[in-house]
């Protein structure tokens, strides 16, 4: 929770930048913007971290993934007017569910397919990190209800598998952690799934070489046409996400670096990185100064803390109970 909540910090006031400027800036990484957009405080995460921490209330609270107590959570947040500059889709689909749309219908239609669902399946990556289908089941739900389209929830559905790799194998090579990701993927749509499976592929290409090629993949010309740096749709931020795990897994900050450098929705695709070498290397891979200055540092260790003793109390309860058996007496 720390790693994705400092890669969105430190990306959320460069979303939009170009990236030719973002080359001529010396320290990315190490700190975060004083007063990132003018208005916010130093450490500002966005929406993605919000909604995250919204689902993982939710799942402390039900002892599940829910998809009606997480859109009651999402609701709640949106009559209260504290979400950081959603996008469009987004805020569309949490107005529907403020307004008391059902969490089934209320999500942007297919088509639509931007990259804001992603972070909440770090919820369901940390809830089912050893059980593929449910990880994949939990992340549709937290996906369908801000978004339908299956490629949407396909890449929840990834990244939630990711994370829990990350926790469980973290040693897991490229070609093996990508064709269990693409058994993810596949889950919801097939497409995608093939996209993770040559992912490991590009590793032996030039960066930048690499960074071109993913940023393409399943976006439509138009858009493509339009974006600068990593486009706002759902596939090429998953991608460059994980290429920038996979390419440097050792190192929290040179991987966000070379994320944010990236331009475009760098604050998503930090996000997911950062999210992902944390739970591969724990907490002090995050830089000092970072673990300190993003925002709500302590309610983002305070919700981990108790997202994973419901947890436990979840799977404890659901334990079969001992069977007592007496001897019968001769």
Not at 57 to 85: C, D
Request: hydrophobic share 50%; proline share 7%; with cysteine.
């Amino acid at each position: 929770m720390l790693g994705l909540a400092v890669g969105d910090a430190l990306g959320f006031p460069l979303r939009g930048v170009p990236a030719l400027s973002l080359g001529r800036l010396p320290a990315l990484a190490e700190d975060f913007a004083p007063r990132p957009r003018g208005r916010f405080s130093k450490g500002q995460f966005s929406d993605d971290t919000q909604l995250m921490l919204a689902a993982a209330e939710s799942a402390v609270l039900e002892r599940r993934v829910e998809g009606r107590s997480i859109a009651a959570h999402f609701a709640w947040l949106w009559r209260e007017g504290v979400i950081v500059l959603p996008g469009r889709s987004l805020a569309d689909a949490l107005s529907r569910l403020a307004s008391g749309t059902p969490w089934m219908a209320a999500g942007a239609g297919l088509g639509v397919k931007d990259p804001s669902a992603l972070s909440r399946g770090l919820v369901a990556g940390l809830w089912h990190p050893e059980d593929p289908s449910a990880s994949s089941h939990a992340a549709g739900i937290l996906s369908v209800v801000t978004h339908k389209d299956p490629v949407c929830a396909a890449a929840t559905a990834v990244f939630a598998r990711a994370v829990g790799l990350a926790l469980t194998q973290p040693s897991l090579a490229p070609t093996a952690l990508c064709d269990a990701l693409a058994g993810a993927a596949r889950f919801h749509d097939a497409g995608l799934a093939e996209e993770i499976r040559h992912l490991p592929r590009l590793l032996s290409w030039e960066p930048a070489r690499a960074l071109e090629q993913l940023r393409r993949v399943g976006v439509p010309l138009a858009e493509l046409k339009e974006a600068e740096g990593i486009p706002s749709h759902v596939v090429p931020v998953l991608l460059i996400a994980l290429f920038a795990v996979l390419r440097v897994p050792h190192d929290f900050r040179e991987a966000l670096v070379w994320v944010l450098r990236a331009g475009g929705e760098a604050d998503v695709t930090a996000a997911l990185s950062g999210a992902l070498l944390g739970a591969q290397l724990g907490s002090d891979a995050i830089p000092a100064r970072l673990r300190r200055n993003v925002l709500y540092a302590e309610q983002l260790v305070e919700t981990a803390d108790r997202l994973y003793a419901a947890r436990a109390a979840s799977a404890s309860a659901s334990a079969p109970a001992a069977v007592s058996v007496k001897t019968p007496r001769r």
